[in-house]
């Protein structure tokens, strides 16, 4: 049966590498469903598409009960690069692509990607910091008149 | 169930897959590529047989691998078989559609 949803729109707001590539899988997966799709990389969202921090995202250690580590082991030294090598593993396994190369993906895909200019304008970042692939700087407002048709989702992460 | 394709009885699932790759033929993919709007050429045949074979690899799909493919790049591939890239060529292919969410 044909879906219901004909795009969909998140706004990446955190930078763990596991919001990340929810926002990533999903809007992919979007694409290959023949439904439109679309990124808008805010606050710490905006890491991921900063050409120097992209392959640089972290789990969250701390703060993350899923983690099944108590908070304070979770804060020592090193406890967050460990924890981030052994998903990044487990990810390879399943031919998840690195944080850049699946930006590249989805560019290729036809999903669209934005920086916030309120974000970028905050952090004081320039053009060039930014991934090359980038579609452009919205503000929220440009934002939410790309959702301009029947079946439209936005989606927080 | 069985469904009528280029004037043959072809075994197929709920969603129009081929069950039974041995009933495949270059007709059956013209006829089910129609029904896609999609017309095919040379371009869409390399990518066609590239998908068979890692099928009967047993490879799994996935857009990442045909990024690595070398036959063809992702823009190519949303232009050929637009609307769901690896839906529609796996359809086509007469392989099961790749159960992978990447």
């Known amino acids: 049966m044909e879906s219901k949803v004909k795009k969909m729109l998140f706004i990446l707001s955190k930078a763990t590498i596991e919001n990340a590539y929810a ?19 805010t606050f710490f969202g905006l890491e991921a598409i900063q050409k120097k921090k992209l392959e640089h995202l972290h789990v969250a250690t701390v703060g993350n009960p899923a983690m099944h580590i108590p908070t304070m082991l979770g ?3 090193g406890v967050e690069a460990l924890a981030t090598k052994m998903m990044k593993k487990e990810m390879e396994k399943l ?15 036809g999903c669209k990607l934005w920086g916030c200019k309120l974000a970028v304008d905050m952090f004081h970042l320039k053009r060039e910091d930014l991934i090359d692939e980038l579609d452009g700087i919205l503000t929220i407002g440009d934002f ?3 959702a301009d048709q029947e079946g439209c989702q936005i989606v927080f992460i | 169930m069985k469904k009528i394709i280029a004037n043959k009885e072809i075994d197929v699932n709920e969603e129009g897959y081929l069950v039974d790759f041995s009933q495949w033929d270059k007709e059956v993919s013209e006829c089910i590529a129609g029904e896609c709007n999609i017309v095919m050429t040379d371009k869409h045949w390399e990518v066609i047989e590239y998908l ?3 099928h009967h690899k047993e490879e799994a799909l996935s857009i990442r691998g045909i990024k690595k ?3 063809i790049n992702i823009k190519e591939f949303y232009n050929l078989f637009p609307g769901g890239p690896l839906k529609k060529s ?7 559609k790749p159960k992978s969410c990447i």
Do not use: C, H, W
């Open chain 1, 144 to 146: 939410y008149s790309r």
């Open chain 2, 52 to 54: 068979q074979d890692k």
């Open chain 1, 75 to 77: 804060g020592l030294p």
């Open chain 1, 95 to 109: 031919d998840m692509p690195p944080i850049g190369e699946f930006l590249e993906i989805l560019s290729d895909s």
């Open chain 1, 23 to 41: 926002a990533f899988v999903m809007a992919n997966g979007a694409r290959m469903e023949g439904i439109e799709s679309e990124i808008f990389f």
């Open chain 2, 90 to 96: 796996t359809l086509i292919a007469g392989i099961p």
């Open chain 2, 69 to 71: 493919s070398g036959v």
